[in-house]
């Protein structure tokens, strides 16, 4: 029996190496006057800012440059949108990670409203936003976040009442997102790391998601074959293959599409306020919780017995693809889902991801961080005893 | 090596028995004046449109009904957009068969502009349409075309020099895709038979495409797999069931997103000719070339040596998943393609798909029709004589 599901709009999407090269003429049909969002100085040095400004000129479009360097905040948003609200801009082109594809699709968001993001986050404002919005074209430059397919824009404010909340909207999915790998060739090795067992977590969690649909499950699924043998290559010896990074790339894309139509698990309800409370970067807080979430996941639907067994099936579906089986049966699911935790654990070490504790986390933070935690669909009920111990064991 | 790709906007998806509840809500959000496009009788018939009619009433929306009874010639279209021009209708509503679905999308692209459909359709006029519409709510109920997810209307006109052509741009992408299973439960034997042969075809011709992309395999897959077990039952012993019917409806919604994104082969490329020509249903067509098209596809596959492996690879895929296998070996493409073939053409005879002959067509317009076809994206080059075999198998 199919359960009946939503599948929201995704959006038009020119995915493959080399692909930036389309960015002007599509930057034209919406108009000739362009806000790029940037983030830190990684665009510049790598030359491609040059290259995209020369081609800007050369097709005679009026543009303005913002850089956002880290994970936005109401207050830069703000700012950002009220200074182009008198500006006219036709297109707002986000170009960068995830913190800057969500800022571009704030601001994007933002400029046709009068007030303040912080009235229309979820959990913090009491306003909807209307969707209304400037044409927006996501740009990623790394495989992580998957933001240049989803709805939402995730806005941080770090600090001890800090939180990490969205921005939402069905029409703030981008109008284009353009996915060039030749962009993500130069991505250091902890921050490829870290996007990577984001993408890879987002994947995984839609996929064992309690909202997954079969729609899902097949992106979800595809996206994490061509995960499954690259993360470790493009954080080692096989960082400039272009073929290593596509498939990356291509992993984050469908990992944002999955994302916003079948939902998440705990390691994104751990996500929120581990990065709202703290200042580490949302792929570290997904790597390194990502092995332990996803044991106690297997382990409570191991004890669940019968019920658990359609969960289980979907852990152990993916420690087939890990052991090169296809076709698996019931008397294997915990041998396969068994064979994932392991894999998971041996990709924590080998990528070096980082503990929690390197971020200034302790044994007294971790009820507070239980406190705000949310299941959202994991595929089986946690306690908070057994929330506590996954980030107990990442600390 | 991923090659680059593009993946157009979907509709927002409402998927599931009984989401026909859902549509008032989605009308209200878009405006208070709606156009309903139906078929002949069978929604009456069936009481869906009473149902309707007093949901609209109840929700004091103002609505016109008009009848698109047969597939839609550019005469219909026009009288139609014509007649609406002046009305101010908020929101376009097609509900019925594929030729349904696609006469509101394209009322509701030719609403907004001023001359006629005739100048816009491809191959036909020199127009190209603007994209500005509508916005148009699809309510599919059969499982065929996929016209709820594709950017293109096919408009016919029949006779001696009679096309099928489309209105095509990528806002026609419905807004919103309503696919409600309990829609099609009342869909008689024949047409459940030739539709769901259309929509498998859809789906096969997709995945085996040399336009096909890994976004469009999985998805084709997904289809495949719930489409295979269930065409033959819903068209005998299983009509009313309702899982049945969503299986269907599923891989027909999936049938449209892939061709959307990665296009069609011969089938489709002779069934713009012969339905053009003859008053044949588009449906029928596809379902009674389907295996001899298949037939000769593999045939020409397996004589291509080593260069015809990658498309054999992808019939087998589809042969090994009749056969209950999952993973294959490369000793095996020839052995799973053939039982991909050998299906088919079991459930030609099962489902009694007529041949050509019963529409009037003989071997004498045989030249004409393959003077006409297209190979589209066909995985394999076919010649003249190639294509007329699979013509005159199925006279």
Known sequence: MMLPFHFARIPNIIFGAGTLAELYKLISQLGNKVLLVIGGSSLKDSGKLDEIERNLQDKNLTYWIVSVPSEPSPEII??????????????????????????????????PQEDSITNYLEGVGTKTHNGEKIPYIAVP?????GSEATKNAVIS???????????????????????DAELMISCPPDITAACGMDAFTQLLEAYTSTAASPMTDAL????????????????????????????LAYGSLLSGICLANAGLGIIHGLASPIGGFFDIPHGVVCGT???????????????????GMLGLKKYADVGAMFAGKEAIFEKDLI?????????????????????LGIYGITAKDVNKIVDHASLKNNPVPLGKEDIKKIVLSRL
Chains 1, 2 share one sequence.
Not at 88 to 98: M, S
Not at 103 to 109: E, F, H, R, T
């Open 335 to 355: 041998k396969y889902s068994t064979i994932l935790v392991d894999t998971l654990e041996v990709w924590t070490d080998t990528l070096h991801i980082d503990p």
């Open 220 to 247: 979800a699924i595809s996206g994490l074959k061509y995960m499954k043998n690259n993360i470790v290559p493009a954080c080692t010896d096989k960082a400039n293959n272009i073929n290593v990074r596509i498939a």
């Open 289 to 307: 919780l990502l092995a332990a979430a996803t044991k106690m996941n297997v382990e409570k639907l191991k004890a669940q017995g019968p019920k």
């Open 78 to 111: 703000d700012t950002h949108a009220q200074e182009f609200r008198e500006k006219e801009v036709d297109v707002v082109v986000g170009i960068g990670g995830g913190s800057v594809t969500d800022a571009g699709k704030a601001i994007s968001a933002m400029i």
């Open 157 to 179: 404010e770090i600090g001890p009442d800090g939180f990490k909340k969205s921005l939402r909207h069905d029409n703030l999915v981008p109008d284009y997102a353009l996915v």
């Open 141 to 145: 430059t790394t495989s992580g976040t």
